[in-house]
Every structure is written in structure tokens, then in C-alpha cells.
């Protein structure tokens, strides 16, 4: 599929310092990808395909394989922090197109966080507190932008402990799974059973922009590219290990809660993953699990914000975006105006979305963004650098190119028409963003020229005066 041609790490005299290996990049795309999606999402693919959820899970998987091929390529050949914004740059030079796919990142960070805010206040907070799910929602958006207003440190740090705690909530699963089946408890029949209301090819591909939700998050590993060592080494090598992985851990756990649990009882739950514990019979207290799966949805929903916010600052600082997202607080150092306005479009999205809805458009989102990258890797294949690098034979990105349109096809009208409010906005801000920075060009330059001092050309420079002279 593939050739690897590395060698020699790329020497930089300038940025950053490159201290991560292949073991912690791995470790880092694998906690990326191994989201919140899977703790909620395993009942909207069982309400598509029944029981045969291992079906949209490998055609999303396949997808997810080419287009890492690409960005495999891309990363090691451009090893610098930009992701498919700077790509797309290099590739057509076209700043608003650049612009374009900056912003649809932000927005599909915005609406991922929205997704997993319904999620939050759904079946796993219901275990604990009964308490309507829409203003929980809001609180669960207002404490998590608080966190991200103390500083990314403090992001961080609480991704780390709740990373853990996610990952343990995955095994759990599989653990439990395993000890019923293994009891000779649950259905294995359900497994090639479909949904008996949906033609099996429509909701498989349904089912499938679900699943590529799951699968999301290794395509933020670009922006690490300027602290890897030896990145065409060690990126292929994290970035394919890292999704085989996921999905080894989504399928054990689709086929697990199918097992144990009927499909229809999945497709009626916003916490499918509860159901499994409750109906294994194993003495592992529901609420437990909800907690597990609730600071993982908190961790994913911080992650997106956090992310949105700070690409919002950087197209601020690049002129693409209004100036006021450059703003800072003065202690903090964090970009409250970005922060504030990814916050509250995220309660926006939070009160007219579902978890479905949302996570359907930040699918289409991306595969916009995916579909840039894949345009700009054929693009580039004629432009040469110094070092060795990944490389993809052209099939890869073309195959991709064909899987990411077919997918768009699928999209609900909803999801397009979201899509296009975010483009249009985008738009205006970027024309706004540009407008203002030519006046403020414009203004520098009147500023600069200083008043003249020459005499007019009429007029002759004085003589000194005499003392005589000075006298009358």
C-alpha cells in the first residue's frame, strides 16, 4: 500500500524541540482516537444496521486507513505544526481556501463538543441525578469553558487523568463481554441480524458516518509534527499502529454489547454501554460505569473546545478571523474572546441538535477537511524536499477522495444545511477579517510617512545671518 522511505531525521535549526518518539505519539494518537464517541454512539448504529454494527466499523475503518495514508505522506514531508490548513497553503496558495478548511476544524471542534454536551445529559447523568437534560448540557459547556479559561495546564493535566479512566471504562466493557459470553450467556446469532426496518445497504452506510465519528482524532496528530523525532520514522508507524488499535478496541466492544445486549435495546439508549453492565448481572454497580463514561465524555468535550478555541485564536492572529479573537487575558494568557465565542456557539448547537445530528455533521465536516488534504497530497507529489519521506502510491488519495464523496452523499439534508451556515459565517468573518487588516495597512502606511520638511520649490533655503543683520 505504502512505501517507507525514511532515514535520517530532518535537521531544523529553528522551532521546536523534537523530544517525542514513536511509543509517546502513539500513546498520543491512540488517546485521541480512542474518543467519547464509542460510549454513546453504539445505539445510533444498532438503530441503523442491528446487530451487524462490525460492518460500519470496518468500512469507517477502511476510510480512516487511506486518508492516514495521506496524511502520513503529508506530515513526514511537511514535518511542521499546521495540519491540513497549511497543506492545503502550500498546495493552491489560496488564502481563503486555507482559511476554509482552519475554520472547518474550529467548527467541527464546536459541534463535537455540542454532540458530547446532549450526551453528558443523557442516560449515564440520569444514573446519578434526575435532572432535566437541556440546562445540565449548558452547565456541563459553562464549567468546562471555565477550565479552559484557567489555561491549557490545566486542560491538559485533566486529560491525562481522565484519558486513564476512559481507556479502564473500554476494557470494562470487553472484560464483562467476555466473562458472559464465556458463561455462556448472550445471542451471537444477533450478530448478522440487521435492523429489520432499513435496507441493510442504506443503513450500513448510515451507519457508517456514525462509526467514522469514532475513528476521528489522529488527524490532529499533525499538529505535533515539529516535536517528533525522526518524524518519517515515527509517524506511519504511530499513526497506523494507533487506528488498528481503536479499532480493535471498537469492534471487541460492538460485538461485545451486541452479545449481551439485543440491538433494539442499544438503539433505545443514550448510554448503550450502561446497558451492557446492567444486563451482564455482573456486580458492577451502574453507577460506576456512569461516572467512567462521564469523564470521558467531559475529557473528549474539553479536548474539542480547547482545540476550537485555540484554532479561532490562530486564524485571529493570521488576520483571517476578526482581531478580537487575538485577545488574551492578562494574567492567563488564554484566549477568553475565542474561548467565549466557541462556548457559547457550542450551547447554541447543544439546544437545537441531537447527539446524532451533531456528530453527523462533524463527520461531514471533516470529510471536507479530509478531502482538501487528499486533493493537496496529489498536488504536491511533484514538489520535491530534501528528506526522505513517506510516500503513498496516487491510488491512496483517489480511493479516499471516492470513499469521502460517497459518504457525503449519504448526509442528511439537516446536516447540509448546518454545514452551510457554518461556511457562510465563516465566510463573512474572513471577508470582515480582511477588510479591516487593509484599512489598518493602509492606515500604517499614512502614519509612517513623515511631514516634509523641504522648503517649497519656490523658495530659497535663508542665509545665515550676519551679526549686523541680527542687530536690526
Not at 449 to 458: C, F, H, L, M, V
Request: aromatic residues 8%; without cysteine; proline residues 6%.
Amino acid at each position: 500500500m505504502a512505501q517507507d522511505v525514511s532515514a535520517a531525521p530532518v535537521e531544523e535549526k529553528h522551532g521546536l524541540r523534537r523530544v517525542v518518539g514513536v511509543w509517546l505519539l502513539f500513546a498520543f494518537i491512540v488517546g485521541d482516537t480512542l474518543g467519547a464517541g464509542i460510549y454513546t454512539l453504539v445505539g445510533t448504529m444498532a438503530l441503523d444496521v442491528g446487530g451487524v454494527i462490525w460492518l460500519p466499523l470496518l468500512i469507517a475503518l477502511a476510510v480512516a486507513l487511506l486518508t492516514a495514508g495521506t496524511y502520513a505522506e503529508l506530515i513526514t514531508k511537511y514535518p511542521h505544526a499546521g495540519g491540513a490548513a497549511r497543506y492545503v497553503e502550500r498546495a493552491f496558495g489560496i488564502p481563503f481556501v486555507s482559511f476554509l478548511v482552519g475554520f472547518l476544524m474550529m467548527a467541527s471542534g464546536i459541534t463535537t463538543a455540542a454532540a458530547l454536551a446532549n450526551a453528558f445529559a443523557g442516560d449515564y447523568l440520569a444514573t446519578l441525578v434526575d435532572l432535566p437534560a437541556a440546562p445540565m448540557a449548558v452547565a456541563f459547556i459553562l464549567v468546562l469553558t471555565l477550565i479552559n479559561l484557567r489555561g491549557v495546564r490545566e486542560s491538559l493535566g485533566a486529560n491525562m487523568v481522565a484519558a486513564m479512566i476512559e481507556v479502564s471504562g473500554l476494557v470494562l466493557i470487553i472484560v464483562i463481554a467476555a466473562i458472559v459470553f464465556g458463561g455462556g450467556g448472550g445471542d451471537p446469532s444477533r450478530l448478522i441480524e440487521f435492523a429489520p426496518d432499513v435496507p441493510p445497504l442504506q443503513g450500513a452506510f448510515a451507519a457508517t458516518i456514525i462509526a467514522f465519528f469514532s475513528f476521528l482524532g489522529f488527524e490532529a496528530a499533525a499538529n505535533m509534527a515539529e516535536e517528533v523525532k525522526n518524524p518519517s520514522h515515527a509517524y506511519p508507524r504511530a499513526l497506523f499502529g494507533a487506528i488498528l488499535t481503536a479499532a480493535v478496541v471498537y469492534l471487541l466492544i460492538a460485538i461485545g454489547a451486541v452479545i449481551v445486549v439485543p440491538p433494539a435495546d442499544l438503539a433505545e439508549s443514550t448510554g448503550p454501554l450502561l446497558e451492557v453492565v446492567t444486563a451482564s448481572g455482573l456486580p458492577v454497580p451502574g453507577w460506576l460505569f456512569s461516572i467512567i463514561a462521564l469523564i470521558a465524555i467531559a475529557n473528549g468535550a474539553l479536548l474539542f473546545m480547547v482545540m476550537a478555541s485555540r484554532v479561532g485564536y490562530g486564524l485571529g492572529e493570521a488576520g483571517l478571523l476578526p482581531r478580537a479573537f487575538r485577545r488574551v487575558l492578562p494574567k492567563r494568557r488564554t484566549p477568553w474572546v475565542s474561548i467565549v465565542v466557541v462556548a457559547a456557539v457550542t450551547i447554541l448547537l447543544t439546544l437545537l441538535g441531537d447527539v446524532a445530528t451533531l456528530a453527523e455533521t462533524t463527520v461531514l465536516l471533516l470529510l471536507l477537511v479530509f478531502l482538501s488534504a487528499n486533493v493537496s497530497v496529489l498536488v504536491l507529489k511533484k514538489d520535491r524536499v530534501e528528506h526522505p519521506h513517506f510516500s503513498v502510491p496516487r491510488a491512496v488519495p483517489i480511493l479516499a477522495i471516492i470513499a469521502s464523496i460517497v459518504l457525503l452523499t449519504q448526509q442528511t439534508g439537516p446536516v447540509w444545511l448546518g454545514t452551510l451556515v457554518y461556511l457562510a459565517v465563516g465566510s463573512v468573518l474572513f471577508v470582515v477579517a480582511r477588510a479591516r487588516r487593509k484599512h489598518e495597512m493602509r492606515t500604517e502606511r499614512i502614519d509612517v510617512i513623515p511631514p516634509s520638511t523641504a522648503p517649497a520649490p519656490s523658495e530659497s533655503p535663508a542665509a545665515p545671518r550676519s551679526d549686523d543683520d541680527r542687530a536690526r
